[in-house]
């Protein structure tokens, strides 16, 4: 998991501002691999901030532009 999550940071750092990375959870227990991946992103992931929307059992992560 942790090869998978360095891989992750390394596109969501290359991401333009103002667009999004999502993943699907799409195993054969979908339910379970989105509990999985919330307890992860929840505890493990502090510099990325992950939205997880339960309906469509997905994760996103969106480079918001700096209003500065």
């Known amino acids: ?4 999550m360095a891989q992750v940071h390394k596109w969501c750092d290359e991401l333009p501002v103002g667009d999004m990375f999502v ?3 799409e ?3 979908p339910q379970k ?3 999985v991946w919330g307890k992860w992103l929840s505890r493990k992931e502090k510099g990325y901030t992950w939205v997880s929307n339960k309906e ?3 994760f996103y992560f ?5 209003l500065e």
């Open 1 to 4: 998991m942790l090869r998978v």
């Open 23 to 25: 993943f699907n959870c």
């Open 27 to 29: 195993s054969a227990e």
């Open 33 to 35: 691999q989105f509990q």
């Open 56 to 58: 469509l059992l997905s």
């Open 62 to 66: 969106y480079k918001h532009r700096d």
